[in-house]
């Protein structure tokens, strides 16, 4: 089993290019192995603060801990993060199996462990039989999974999504939901998922933080209380919407604050 | 993907058969004396022409394409060597972007004696005109691909620490690909321009001066079997390029599908 990272934000201050403040001093921690959603209307600055976990911005105040070390772009740390973007963003002239071989190929892996790598990742994303189909002859739904194959070949410790379901239907959505907590389940990695669906966040994760419009604060930080093992029945059971109640509140009463 | 390819016969015979029926007018109208034949040739002197002039076409034909092949290729390995210089620096960009634009507004017809006295009068000249008139569609097409490379995928790359020139042939160079060849597209018609232009100025060798010296001569049917010729040329131009986004294309890009 791979251990999962901590991650520690302290007094974030993010400012978009244009001088609009996405983010104003904010604190969060999140323990090695937690699934925490991160729920918030949409330009409320979640995909940014999920760039500055990454490493792939730098905040202009404040600092983000990562295991206790400042949040770069070092060979260390790389090691163990993997970055799921909104779309797939596949390379469109590699097959399947080379795209999902691509963050060992760039990291200096030889060509021979990293197919088998690349070959057992696409395997557990259930793409066995289009190994070698080209990312223009797959459905939305598929490609997403190759980009979730891409982010899980290097074993990451902490898991980072940007809204990944967002574009697809409702019913492939859920499919990937299910498989995205099997693979949680199995390896405990550290999950950060920003998404804007209240059911998603309730079923995926363990915790829930709603953020506020931008300047983005915390307006709830909500321990999910449901069973570690969730199938799809779940959501129609009166505990889930139960847990969606709290969200959605927490979610009008954020929207509220900002505007005020 | 297509449920019904079409077939070579059904690619090849609309086009053949505007040829043969403009052909057919042509001869009509001659034959009709509309208009004199040493004004406009019958299509049947034309190929008469051809066939008699051959010994002297023949060799011109190869020695232009000889010509418009090295302009082209120079262009090609130049203009996406500058384009993938131009990107790797803003400043170098900045810097030199105005004097590729000279190259896309620069008469051949006035600079070519020019070339003649630097570079003489052999088959360089003409590579060299070749060259500066196809430089710069491959140029500006291939910096515009290299600088729309998607920017969540230079994160991607960030990430997993590839060094400049992983994200440089992994990345940009294939993604730019589709743009690269839509500037090769328009450079091979105009390397046969630019060799062709030269050759009547130069008057040495090729279809160029083989024009030029049936014009002289007032030889309309030589001159349109030279005219005839240099389009088949810009046409093989245009085989070879599409031939060669073909093979690189067709498995990932729409355009090739």
Known sequence: ?260 | MATSRPSWLRLGLPPVAVFLASMAIAQGIVELKLVPAWLLPPPTRVLAALWNQWSVLGPALWFTTRASLAGFALSVLVGVGAAVLMVSSRWVQRAFYPYAVFFQTVPIIAIAPLLVIWFGWGMQTIIIAAFIVSIFPVLANALTGLLSTDPALKDLFRLYGASRWATLFKLRLPAALPSIMTGLRIAGGLAVIGAIVAEMVVGQSGLGAALAEARQRQNTDVVFAGVLLAAFLGLGFFALVNLLAHLVLHRWHASEQ
């Open chain 1, 1 to 260: 089993m791979v251990p999962g990272r901590a991650v520690t934000l302290s007094r974030i201050q993010k400012t978009f290019p244009g001088g609009v403040q996405a983010i104003a001093g904010l604190d969060l921690h999140v323990a090695p192995g937690e699934f925490v959603a991160l729920l918030g209307p949409s330009g409320c600055g979640k995909s940014t603060l999920l760039r500055l976990v990454a490493g792939l911005d730098q905040p202009e105040g404040g600092q983000v801990l990562i295991d206790g070390q400042p949040a770069r772009l070092q060979s260390g740390q790389r090691q163990g993060l993997a970055f799921v973007f909104q779309d797939a963003h596949l390379l469109p002239w590699r097959d399947v199996l080379a795209n999902v071989a691509l963050p060992l190929e760039l990291m200096g892996v030889a060509a021979g462990p990293r197919r088998k790598a690349a070959g057992l990742a696409v395997e557990q994303v259930g793409l066995s039989d289009a190994m070698h189909r080209y990312p223009a002859q797959l459905s939305g739904g598929m490609r997403m999974r190759v980009s979730l194959a891409r982010a899980m070949v290097t074993n990451p410790q902490l898991l980072l999504l940007d809204e990944p379901f967002a574009a697809l239907d409702e019913i492939t959505r859920q499919g990937l939901d299910e498989q995205l907590r099997g693979l949680w389940l199995e390896r405990r990695m550290t999950i950060l998922f920003v998404t804007h669906a209240i059911a998603e966040a309730a079923f995926l994760a363990q915790r829930a933080l709603v953020l506020t419009r931008r300047p983005a604060r915390v307006v709830l930080d909500h321990t999910i209380d449901l069973p570690l093992q969730r199938s799809g029945s779940l959501r129609g059971t009166p505990q889930f919407a139960a847990q969606t109640a709290q969200l959605y509140e927490a979610l009008q009463r954020g929207d509220r604050d900002g505007t005020a």
